[in-house]
C-alpha cells in the first residue's frame, strides 16, 4: 500500500490497516465481500470467473489484503512475492470484470463502515491494482 493511504493519528503515521481496524476487521471486510460476490446479481459475472467454491480466495485475498494495507505479511510469508497479474493470468478480466470487482468492495467497505476518507483512498488504490489486472 502506498503512503498516501497513510493518514495522521494523535500520535504519529497510522497504517489504512489499523485505520480500517487490524486483522480483524480485515477478515470481515474480505468476508463480506465475497458474501456479496455470491449474492448480488449484479455481480454475477464477476462470481462467474471464480471457481465453485470461495474459501481459498478469501484466505488468499485476507492474507494479501494484510500485508498491501501495511499490516503483517502473511500472503508473502506463505507464497512469496504476489505476481498478481500473472496469477490473473488464468481468468478472463475486461472491464464488466473490473468493475464488478470495484463496486463489490465498494459495496463491502461501505456496509463495514469504513471512514468515508479511507473509503474514497482505497477505492483509487484498488481501481489502479484491478486496472492493471485487466487481461482482455
Ligand atoms: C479485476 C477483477 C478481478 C477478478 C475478476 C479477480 C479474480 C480472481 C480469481 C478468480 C481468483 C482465484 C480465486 C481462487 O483461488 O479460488 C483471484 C485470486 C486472487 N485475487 Fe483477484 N480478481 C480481481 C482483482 C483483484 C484485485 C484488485 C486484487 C487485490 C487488490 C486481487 C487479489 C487477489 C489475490 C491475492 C488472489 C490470490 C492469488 C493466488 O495466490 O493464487 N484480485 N482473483
Redesign the pocket.
Known amino acids: 500500500m502506498s503512503q498516501d493511504t497513510d493518514h495522521e493519528a494523535n500520535d504519529g503515521r497510522v497504517s489504512a490497516y489499523d485505520w480500517v481496524g487490524g486483522e480483524a476487521a480485515v477478515r470481515t471486510l474480505v468476508d463480506r465481500f465475497y458474501d456479496l460476490m455470491d449474492l448480488e446479481p449484479a455481480y454475477a459475472e464477476?462470481r462467474a470467473?471464480?471457481?465453485s467454491t470461495?474459501g481459498?480466495?478469501r484466505d488468499?485475498?485476507f492474507w494479501?489484503?494484510c500485508g498491501?494495507l501495511g499490516g503483517p505479511q502473511h500472503?508473502t510469508e506463505r507464497?512469496g512475492h504476489?505476481r498478481?497479474r500473472m496469477?490473473?493470468m488464468p481468468?478472463a478480466?475486461g472491464i464488466r470484470?473490473?468493475d464488478q470487482?470495484l463496486a463489490c468492495m465498494r459495496q463491502a467497505m461501505t456496509e463495514c463502515q469504513l471512514d468515508p476518507v479511507l473509503l474514497e483512498r482505497l477505492d483509487q488504490a484498488?481501481f489502479q491494482?484491478?486496472d492493471w489486472?485487466r487481461n482482455r
Open positions: 464477476l470467473v471464480h471457481g470461495l481459498q480466495a488468499k485475498l494479501f489484503l498491501w500472503y507464497f504476489p498478481l496469477r490473473h481468468f478480466i470484470e473490473r470487482w484498488f491494482t484491478a489486472m
